[in-house]
């Protein structure tokens, strides 16, 4: 990039050595237009970096939050077990193994809060990798616009020195 400023800036000086001093300044005026050019792909490029850098964060907050849901519905799990054995217990029908009602019931809450704790993760890994995908075309969209303002500049720079100098 730097190199495309360099070459308009030497053919600008070229031209403007064998010219006028109007020709000097729309020569000027046609290299910093370029410049302006390049400098906006660098901006977006940059721009679009950034917001690429906070959708990451977001999504590695979402990852984590999905995390902290899940230990929350596995202690939820652990509670209404322990509700289940502390009414069986004093009900007297005993909190051990040996009644199927309660150890059917037993089960059954664990396999829903074992579900609802791998849900929370899922969803929580979901929504990290669409702040993940989102980032990724971001910082696409910030290199295809850098990439554009290179030949956007030139072509712009040699139209311009072509109309400046190319009629004569």
């Keep these: 990039m730097a190199e495309t400023i360099l070459a308009l800036a030497a053919a600008a000086g070229t031209a403007a050595s064998a010219t006028p001093a109007l020709s000097t300044l729309a020569t000027a005026g046609t290299a910093l237009g ?6 906006s792909g ?5 721009g679009a970096d ?3 850098k906070q959708l990451k964060a977001k999504g590695d907050e979402e990852f984590a939050l999905g995390q902290r849901r899940a230990m929350q519905a596995r202690r939820e799990k652990d509670l209404a077990q322990s509700r289940i054995r502390a009414v069986a217990a004093a009900s007297g029908a005993g909190a051990g193994s ?5 150890t059917a019931l037993m089960e059954g809450v664990e396999q829903q809060g074992d579900y609802n704790a791998l849900l929370e993760l899922y969803q929580g890994n979901s929504a990290r990798n669409k702040a993940y995908a989102g980032a990724g075309a971001r910082r696409t969209e910030g290199r295809s616009a850098l990439t554009g303002s290179v030949p956007g500049a030139a072509g712009k ?4 020195l072509y109309s400046i100098y190319g009629k004569r």
């Design 157 to 160: 720079a040699g139209s311009n």
């Design 34 to 39: 370029a410049a302006g050019t390049l400098y």
């Design 98 to 102: 040996g009644d199927d009602s309660i």
């Design 42 to 46: 660098l901006q977006a490029n940059a």
């Design 50 to 52: 950034f917001e690429a």
